[in-house]
């Protein structure tokens, strides 16, 4: 028996298929830099495509288009080498002069490119954004979620509610998980005949994905992580993901720019493929529906690049659970020290 919301997933999937055929010269450009014609897909004992293996998306890419890029999906070769050259040249004045981070009111953390993992390059496919639909490669976000993150912003130091799950070390949730941040950008992969799982090296989240044809969890239950079912069109591995609270942000990390902070609602619904396109690319793409926070349905594309020898090692986040207690209690300080200010006014 199919229920509504079930109806609303082949909806969704249409939806996205009918987005990606629109989108097919961008597709096509977009495979042209990474895609190895010569290339036979790996394939596990019971036949599958083979995904399993350390994959990474560190990134200079920014989410959404620049302005100085707009109406153009992706650089010229010329301009990644530029932007790529540029990158280092700042990171060696940034290594060279650490001891401006210590100024009073500075950031202290992160001062030298040495505690920071965020990227060198821009992508391999030469995207100015990671989002690729809408076609002006920005997220079609309500007025009232910019409104609400704005209030979360400046509200940060009231309650532990105003943080980020991050900051929190609860979980970034469905993609924010797979989204790249300024370190711990790698993703395992494990497939087994019916299940995939994915380990995502921030906050060790991990996802194991039946791939079965089973009923989703009754909608009355709902999780961070949302709950997920798997199965292949053809060689593309497709995530329907559904059953979220509404605690959750859609991205946590400063790497999606207007999109951190932005909430999610228990309408979403996300679908994410990963096609593997070469010895050392996965492509992974993902849908985002939550009609409560957004005008449309739109979609992030990025390259998944193979790291075998990458190590992941434990995330203990802040151990303790000591830094949220520390960082409300230095408000409460801040918030002491300016009253005093003004009384002495």
């Known amino acids: 028996m199919h229920t509504r919301t079930d109806r609303r997933f082949v909806a969704l999937a249409a939806l996205a298929l009918a987005g990606t055929l629109a989108a097919a010269p961008a597709a096509t450009a977009q495979l042209e830099r990474v895609a190895d014609p010569d290339w036979t ?45 540029q990158r280092v040249i700042d990171e060696q004045a940034r290594d060279e002069a650490p ?137 593309t591995l497709v995530v329907e993901s559904r059953n979220f609270h509404n605690r959750g942000w859609i991205a946590s990390s400063g790497a999606g720019r207007r999109l951190k902070g932005i909430p999610t609602s228990k309408a979403l619904e996300v679908v994410e493929r990963f096609r593997r396109v070469s010895e050392d690319t996965i492509i992974w793409t993902v849908t985002i529906d939550d009609a409560n926070v957004y005008d449309r349905p739109w979609t992030i594309s990025m390259p998944l690049t193979e790291d075998p020898d990458y190590v992941i090692y434990e995330y203990a986040c802040h151990e303790g659970n000591w830094a949220v207690r520390n960082a409300l209690s230095g408000q409460r300080a801040v918030d002491a020290r300016t009253a005093a200010a003004t009384n002495e006014q």
């Open 41 to 85: 897909l790996p394939r596990t004992p019971d036949g599958q495509p083979d995904l399993q293996g350390m994959w990474g998306n560190k990134t200079l890419t920014p989410m959404e288009r620049p302005a100085d890029v707009e109406g153009r999906a992706f650089l010229t070769d010329e301009e990644i080498a530029r932007i790529n050259q």
């Open 99 to 235: 001891a401006q981070r210590y100024q009073a009111g500075g950031n202290v953390g992160g001062y030298g490119s040495y505690w920071l993992d965020a990227g060198d390059t821009v992508l391999s496919t030469g995207q100015t954004s990671l989002i690729v639909d809408p076609p002006d490669g920005r997220a079609p976000i309500k007025q009232w979620a910019l409104d609400a993150k704005a209030y979360n912003l400046a509200h940060n130091g009231d309650h532990y509610r105003h943080m980020s799950v991050w900051d929190r070390c609860v979980s970034r949730g469905v993609p924010g998980s797979m989204l790249p941040a300024g370190y711990n950008n790698a993703y395992r992969i494990v497939q087994t005949p019916d299940h995939v799982a994915i380990q995502h090296e921030m906050i060790h989240d991990v996802r194991i994905i039946p791939l079965a044809d089973q009923p989703f969890i009754d909608s009355d239950i709902r999780q961070w992580m949302g709950d997920s079912r798997a199965h292949w069109d053809g060689d």
